[in-house]
């Protein structure tokens, strides 16, 4: 059975879709004696499709959607579905041959207006449900305050209050708010009724820096960081909240979750069209200069896309270090430990072109210009990646997650060792030598090793694709002999090892994962 008020809904989103086509009628001229008659029925078929799709993506039961996000989700999926429909039988079958400005105008226009009006029923609803929730809550606890009533008490009232339990203690609200498994996983790290655990959900780091300083030994955020508006000064300020060694938990929905997400809730073809402009306006626009601000003014930093990657190298660059971490649902929950103050990295490496930092010379840092092909603060995770998936054969990291789907097509083709021409031109590197390599990697060579390196310009063909070394081990001996004859006679050195390089690559098509 229907219920009464999605019919209403159901009415209501009509309404808004025949009134924004009469608008668009009436704008065109002699539109009442000529465009209406005409436009009559495409406009049923148009309906009917909008109805359909909207139907099928269970737009209109707004009581069941408890977020923002829940309510706008399937206003954007649906008509992203229904202009694609349009606009592919007006590009391939000819079907409409009418005005462009009535067609989109009219599916624009509607748009707008289900946005406008989605907003205004959330705030209206949640305004509603918070003014009962407080004034329930600060009654009942005004009374336990007064010694009127006990704590067992006053969980009675408000667990019988209409719209189900609040309950005041840390284990009850983390079930509520994020269910049994979190509450689970939680517990393995800390005590959530500990008088030092603080248990917040919000996107603002007011609401953290408004806690005393050193106080809390755990801070426990169950919203996630998708919908911080400024991530790094949010991790900061926990950061800044927290003693040596405190501990902070948090979760955030990964890129490849959403991915899984969408291509499971909307059926073939519909899931991939939906992905591509998913991925367009999410994973793209935030990192180009030109669409950047757009995206920003758009979403206001709202449910911004993150990887898993991007999101424990942020940890990272603010004194954090992973500890824990587990799927739960559709979310990655972690657990992070406070292991010194924050970097404070005011120009993080974010678009498509990256200086990495890497030893040069005389062990003075050089900056090399690479394609990214890592996601986002990859680079603060080098020693986290070290330590849980070791090193393959290549002496590249195993199975690295930081690695991202486009960037492994790139390294296959060289195209990310394109900008490296650059440091060519101005001197940092050289046509053969040794691998520029960063501060931890090189961390991990011998002395006796680090030494000879420091001595020549690192290469953007290195002696790994003249002798193909699997090992760590191999690698250094590799280098070692190559440092060892180049020192000897550098240009014949070099000479043989790019030949032997270039045999392998072209002939053999070695390749550097």
Not at 99 to 128: C, D, P, Q
Not at 172 to 189: N, Q
């Given at each position: 059975?229907?219920?009464?008020?999605?019919?209403?809904?159901?009415?209501?989103?009509?309404?808004?879709?025949?009134?924004?086509?009469?608008?668009?009628?009436?704008?065109?001229?002699?539109?009442?004696?000529?465009?209406?008659?005409?436009?009559?029925?495409?406009?049923?078929?148009?309906?009917?499709?909008?109805?359909?799709?909207?139907?099928?993506?269970?737009?209109?039961?707004?009581?069941?959607?408890?977020?923002?996000?829940?309510?706008?989700?399937?206003?954007?999926?649906?008509?992203?579905?229904?202009?694609?429909?349009?606009?592919?039988?007006?590009?391939?079958?000819?079907?409409?041959?009418?005005?462009?400005?009535?067609?989109?105008?009219?599916?624009?226009?509607?748009?707008?207006?289900?946005?406008?009006?989605?907003?205004?029923?959330?705030?209206?609803?949640?305004?509603?449900?918070?003014?009962?929730?407080?004034?329930?809550?600060?009654?009942?606890?005004?009374?336990?305050?007064?010694?009127?009533?006990?704590?067992?008490?006053?969980?009675?009232?408000?667990?019988?209050?209409?719209?189900?339990?609040?309950?005041?203690?840390?284990?009850?609200?983390?079930?509520?708010?994020?269910?049994?498994?979190?509450?689970?996983?939680?517990?393995?790290?800390?005590?959530?009724?500990?008088?030092?655990?603080?248990?917040?959900?919000?996107?603002?780091?007011?609401?953290?820096?408004?806690?005393?300083?050193?106080?809390?030994?755990?801070?426990?955020?169950?919203?996630?960081?998708?919908?911080?508006?400024?991530?790094?000064?949010?991790?900061?300020?926990?950061?800044?909240?927290?003693?040596?060694?405190?501990?902070?938990?948090?979760?955030?929905?990964?890129?490849?979750?959403?991915?899984?997400?969408?291509?499971?809730?909307?059926?073939?073809?519909?899931?991939?069209?939906?992905?591509?402009?998913?991925?367009?306006?999410?994973?793209?626009?935030?990192?180009?200069?030109?669409?950047?601000?757009?995206?920003?003014?758009?979403?206001?930093?709202?449910?911004?896309?993150?990887?898993?990657?991007?999101?424990?190298?942020?940890?990272?660059?603010?004194?954090?270090?992973?500890?824990?971490?587990?799927?739960?649902?559709?979310?990655?929950?972690?657990?992070?430990?406070?292991?010194?103050?924050?970097?404070?990295?005011?120009?993080?490496?974010?678009?498509?072109?990256?200086?990495?930092?890497?030893?040069?010379?005389?062990?003075?840092i050089i900056y090399v210009y690479k394609m990214r092909t890592m996601h986002p603060y990859s680079e603060y995770l080098q020693d986290y990646v070290y330590k849980t998936n070791d090193l393959e054969a290549g002496g590249k990291f195993r199975n690295d997650f930081r690695v991202s789907t486009t960037?492994?097509?790139?390294?296959?083709?060289?195209?990310?060792?394109?900008?490296?021409?650059?440091?060519?031109?101005?001197?940092?590197?050289?046509?053969?030598?040794?691998?520029?390599?960063?501060?931890?990697?090189?961390?991990?060579?011998?002395?006796?090793?680090?030494?000879?390196?420091?001595?020549?310009?690192?290469?953007?063909?290195?002696?790994?694709?003249?002798?193909?070394?699997?090992?760590?081990?191999?690698?250094?001996?590799?280098?070692?002999?190559?440092?060892?004859?180049?020192?000897?006679?550098?240009?014949?050195?070099?000479?043989?090892?790019?030949?032997?390089?270039?045999?392998?690559?072209?002939?053999?098509?070695?390749?550097?994962?």
């Open positions: 059975m229907i219920r009464r008020r999605t019919l209403i809904y159901f009415l209501i989103d009509v309404l808004v879709v025949t009134i924004a086509f009469l608008i668009f009628i009436w704008i065109k001229p002699a539109s009442r004696r000529t465009y209406l008659p005409t436009y009559f029925p495409p406009f049923l078929f148009f309906l009917s499709l909008w109805i359909l799709v909207s139907i099928s993506i269970d737009k209109y039961r707004l009581h069941k959607k408890e977020t923002l996000r829940d309510i706008l989700f399937p206003i954007i999926a649906g008509d992203i579905i229904i202009f694609t429909a349009i606009f592919f039988l007006i590009l391939f079958f000819q079907y409409f041959a009418f005005s462009r400005l009535i067609v989109f105008g009219t599916l624009g226009l509607s748009f707008l207006a289900e946005v406008f009006l989605a907003y205004v029923y959330y705030y209206n609803r949640k305004l509603s449900r918070d003014a009962e929730h407080f004034d329930t809550f600060t009654q009942t606890w005004i009374k336990v305050k007064a010694g009127l009533v006990d704590q067992t008490e006053a969980e009675t009232i408000l667990a019988a209050r209409p719209g189900g339990p609040i309950m005041p203690l840390n284990r009850d609200l983390v079930i509520r708010e994020a269910g049994e498994d979190v509450f689970t996983f939680i517990e393995k790290s800390i005590s959530l009724e500990h008088h030092r655990t603080l248990v917040v959900s919000t996107t603002t780091s007011f609401n953290i820096l408004s806690q005393p300083e050193g106080h809390f030994e755990a801070i426990v955020n169950l919203h996630n960081v998708n919908d911080f508006k400024r991530i790094n000064k949010f991790f900061e300020t926990v950061n800044s909240r927290l003693p040596q060694y405190g501990l902070y938990i948090n979760c955030v929905l990964t890129n490849q979750i959403r991915k899984e997400k969408i291509m499971k809730k909307y059926p073939p073809v519909f899931n991939g069209i939906f992905y591509f402009f998913h991925f367009i306006f999410m994973r793209i626009f935030p990192k180009l200069p030109v669409t950047k601000r757009v995206y920003f003014w758009v979403t206001n930093g709202y449910n911004r896309a993150i990887s898993k990657a991007e999101t424990f190298g942020r940890l990272y660059s603010c004194g954090f270090e992973v500890i824990d971490h587990n799927q739960i649902g559709d979310r990655l929950y972690f657990v992070a430990r406070k292991v010194q103050e924050p970097s404070f990295d005011y120009n993080p490496t974010y678009g498509p072109f990256i200086r990495l930092k890497r030893v040069g010379k005389n062990g003075k960037g492994r097509i790139m390294r296959k083709l060289w195209l990310d060792e394109l900008p490296m021409l650059i440091n060519l031109l101005r001197g940092d590197l050289k046509l053969v030598g040794v691998r520029p390599l960063s501060r931890h990697y090189f961390e991990l060579y011998s002395d006796e090793l680090k030494e000879k390196r420091i001595k020549t310009r690192p290469g953007l063909v290195p002696p790994f694709y003249a002798d193909m070394p699997k090992t760590l081990e191999e690698i250094q001996a590799s280098e070692n002999k190559y440092l060892d004859a180049y020192l000897r006679r550098p240009f014949l050195t070099d000479w043989r090892y790019f030949w032997k390089a270039f045999f392998n690559i072209v002939v053999k098509k070695a390749r550097s994962n």
